[in-house]
Every structure is written in C-alpha cells, then in structure tokens.
C-alpha cells in the first residue's frame, strides 16, 4: 500500500510539472488581460468627481443666495488646495493664512 501512494505522489509531481512547463512555455502567446475594468473604473470616478464639485459648487452658491439675496456670487476658493492659485476673469478671492494677524 505504502509503494502504491508514492508511485501515485511522483505521478502526481511529474504530471503537475510537465503541466507548469507546459504553461510556461505558452504563457507568452496567451492574450493581454483586458483594460476596460481598469479604465472603466476611472471614467467612474472622475465623473463622481465631477458631479461631487458640481453638487458642491451648487450648495455654496445656494447658501450665499441665503444670505446675501441678488447679489453676485464670488468665486468659490479651492477646498483641496491650498497653495497660490489665479483667476483670469474675474476676482481672486481673499485667502486668509490660519497664523496671519
């Protein structure tokens, strides 16, 4: 019984790498792995972001409407960056540094 399994493990180990070298062999003719999850997941996103400023944008203006009625929205400083920005048409909003007096 004892011969019996091991022939059947080295059956096991020559089959499973005449099979690795069979793949090996075949691996570089084998088709690319398709993009469009990849790409479809970023289109996803970068409309999400879209729409996010979008919503954000809308929600802002909506509030000053609250509480300045029929004046003119100013522009909306960035959420995300904080670093010198320009505006060419247009008024550059005042930033206000966190330490300044």
Excluded at 71 to 85: H, S, T
């Amino acid at each position: 019984m004892t011969s019996y399994l091991w022939r059947k493990y080295a059956d096991y180990v020559y089959t499973k790498w005449e099979r690795t070298l069979l793949w090996d062999m075949m691996d570089p003719y084998r088709r690319p792995k398709s993009f469009t999850p990849l790409v479809t997941t970023y289109i996803a996103a970068f409309y999400t972001g879209v729409v996010g400023a979008a919503i954000t944008e809308q929600l802002y203006k909506e509030k000053y409407w609250e509480d300045h009625p029929g004046e003119m929205v100013p522009l909306m400083k960035p959420m995300f960056y904080g670093g010198p920005w320009r505006v060419y048409r247009g008024e550059v909003p005042v930033t206000t540094l966190p330490n300044a007096p």
